[in-house]
């Protein structure tokens, strides 16, 4: 299994936070665990193999060109035979910036994005199939997105102001309040509310959770601290309020999650170690 991870080209750095590679040359099957982590994705199935999602009792095969919405709870998926994978990782605002559709609408499924987009994006599919470079492909993707943007003009400004305020939700200590960040930007609790959900599929409460959980798991996975210091570094107010969101947001316990049981996890994780300086434009 190989995963890697690319920049992408200036115009785009407000909106993608990353294009990736993935690959799986076993044809075994896998399963393992996807967690919130507040960003949508854009994926491009070119291999011969197939990804699965849990459906109740079931494992749904995904569509050709999937569309992640909003993951809000740890979701089981299956990886069968050869994949091969080029993902867009969408900052949680910037897929309001491409869909016509009200973001929060896809939460928690995974959609045909072909569908969603119609013969643009299919047409796209093809191209990259038959591209046979990533060079070469990332430059089609990179086209098609910068064509949705140039389509997107209406919107755009309210999604520059959804990213500003994610942005100060994630600096917790200069605000008291969600009423208190509304009136600092000049709207009310009530319309800050429905742009997040809006634009992000998530409420303001809900992305500050999911973010302050990602930060835990990544001092988790450095290993370098006890679950209590962990606990408070995070604005946790006591570790079992930690315990008790960590599990809701992965079905485990802090102390019982490894990274090393969680395969795709663990190759993103060591593609940080090896991460690609390149951007996606150096590489056209």
């Known amino acids: 299994m190989t995963y890697q991870e690319f920049k992408p080209g200036k115009a785009l750095q407000p909106y ?11 044809p075994a099957a896998f399963e393992d665990l996807v967690f919130p982590c507040a960003c949508m ?5 070119l291999g011969s193999g197939s990804w699965q999602t849990r459906a109740g009792d079931e494992f749904v095969t995904t569509p050709a060109i999937e569309l992640w919405g909003q993951v809000l709870r740890p979701l089981a998926v299956r990886s069968v035979g050869r994949n091969t994978m080029l993902g867009v990782r969408l900052y949680p605002h910037a897929a309001a910036s491409i869909l016509n559709d009200k973001v929060n609408l896809f939460n928690h499924q995974v959609s045909n994005f072909g569908d969603v987009m119609g013969s643009t994006v299919r047409s796209l599919h093809d191209q990259l199939q038959e591209a046979r470079s990533w060079t ?16 997107a003009t209406k919107r755009l400004n309210k999604v520059a102001v959804v990213s500003e305020l994610m942005q100060e ?9 969600m009423e208190t960040l509304a009136t600092r930007n ?3 609790a009530r319309y800050m509310q429905q742009l997040f959900v809006q634009y992000t599929g998530l409420t303001p409460k809900l992305y500050s959770q999911i973010n302050r959980f990602q930060n835990s798991l990544q ?7 006890s679950l209590t210091s962990i606990a408070y570094e995070c604005g946790y107010s006591d570790q079992s309020h930690f315990i008790r969101e960590f599990k809701s947001f992965t079905g485990l316990t802090p ?3 490894s990274i090393e049981n969680f395969p795709v996890a663990m190759a993103a994780d060591q593609s940080d170690k090896h991460a690609s300086t390149a951007t996606a434009a150096a590489l056209l």
């Open 41 to 45: 994705e854009i994926i491009f199935n």
């Open 16 to 26: 993608v936070k990353c294009y990736y590679v993935y690959e799986s040359a076993s």
């Open 219 to 225: 001092l988790i996975k450095a290993g370098n601290d």
């Open 255 to 257: 102390s019982v999650y």
């Open 136 to 151: 070469k492909r990332l430059a089609l993707v990179e086209a098609f997105l910068l064509q949705q943007l140039s389509l």
């Open 169 to 177: 939700l994630r600096q917790q200590d200069i605000f008291d309040t």
């Open 186 to 188: 000049g709207i009310s």
